[in-house]
């Protein structure tokens, strides 16, 4: 296990392996659809030190007021993939060094990510009620009052955030391609030991509506 410090330098980005389980202490910020597409479309984004605060957590949190701030109730990372559109951009524009999210991203994402020395982060079996009790201190959001609390971008401060393990790393490397092929190579031998003919198709489905 790796205990990453926030922000991350291009250097320990690089440095790190796919596959490589880590958590993380510091300040990130968090994001969802509004956040990408009013960076990418529209030009606006929180005026945060992007510098100081470059890791980007995928979610939308349950959120309560707790005193005069707030609490975080659960942080369950958000599917990636669905920012792959906005991903690249995004990196670039903010000199990400840190994804997190679940599952993977795509092609483009992983070409900014080797550009800037930046890695994604995927999830391992965690819930965000689980992950919520590491959120130190709600530091500040933005945006509330106009996109809520889902889509709003809050900064949070945590301490051994995770464990994560890096699906995508800063040398364009992806855990889950990796996997998929490896699957693909294997199937054929696996096949072949349970006795299923090398002609056999799945029965196909028809949509509703089709004949």
Same mark, same amino acid.
Request: proline share 5%.
């Given at each position: 296990?790796?205990?990453?410090?926030l922000?991350?330098?291009?250097?320990?980005?690089?440095?790190?392996?796919?596959?490589?389980?880590?958590?993380?202490?510091?300040?990130?910020?968090?994001?969802?659809?509004?956040?990408?597409?009013?960076a990418?479309?529209?030009?606006?984004?929180?005026?945060?030190? #992007?510098?100081?605060?470059?890791?980007?957590?995928?979610v939308?949190?349950?959120?309560?007021?707790?005193?005069?701030?707030?609490?975080?109730?659960?942080?369950?990372?958000?599917?990636?993939?669905? &920012? !792959?559109? #906005?991903?690249?951009?995004?990196?670039?524009? &903010?000199?990400?060094?840190?994804?997190?999210g679940?599952?993977?991203?795509?092609?483009?994402?992983?070409? %900014?990510?080797?550009?800037?020395?930046?890695?994604?982060?995927?999830?391992?079996?965690?819930?965000?009620?689980?992950?919520?009790?590491?959120?130190?201190?709600?530091?500040?959001?933005?945006?509330?009052? !106009?996109?809520?609390?889902?889509?709003?971008?809050?900064?949070? !401060?945590?301490?051994?955030?995770?464990?994560?393990?890096? %699906?995508?790393?800063?040398?364009?490397?992806?855990? &889950?391609?990796?996997?998929?092929?490896?699957?693909?190579?294997?199937?054929?031998?696996i096949?072949?030991?349970?006795?299923?003919?090398?002609? #056999?198709? &799945?029965? !196909?489905?028809?949509?509703?509506?089709? %004949?």
């Amino acid at each position: 296990m790796k205990r990453l410090r926030l922000p991350l330098s291009e250097d320990e980005a690089r440095s790190l392996r796919l596959g490589d389980r880590v958590t993380l202490t510091g300040a990130l910020f968090t994001g969802r659809s509004r956040f990408h597409i009013r960076a990418i479309e529209e030009g606006l984004w929180p005026p945060l030190d #992007y510098a100081a605060v470059n890791a980007f957590f995928h979610v939308g949190p349950v959120m309560r007021p707790q005193g005069d701030g707030w609490e975080v109730v659960s942080c369950e990372p958000t599917s990636s993939l669905r &920012f !792959e559109r #906005y991903g690249a951009a995004v990196v670039r524009r &903010f000199g990400l060094r840190t994804l997190i999210g679940k599952t993977t991203m795509g092609p483009g994402t992983a070409q %900014a990510l080797r550009e800037v020395g930046g890695v994604f982060l995927s999830k391992i079996g965690l819930s965000g009620n689980a992950l919520r009790r590491q959120v130190r201190r709600v530091r500040e959001v933005h945006f509330l009052d !106009e996109l809520g609390k889902t889509e709003a971008t809050w900064v949070f !401060e945590v301490e051994d955030f995770g464990p994560f393990f890096v %699906a995508m790393d800063a040398a364009g490397g992806n855990y &889950f391609h990796d996997l998929d092929r490896e699957v693909e190579a294997a199937l054929p031998g696996i096949e072949r030991d349970l006795g299923i003919p090398a002609d #056999y198709a &799945f029965t !196909e489905v028809n949509r509703r509506g089709d %004949a």
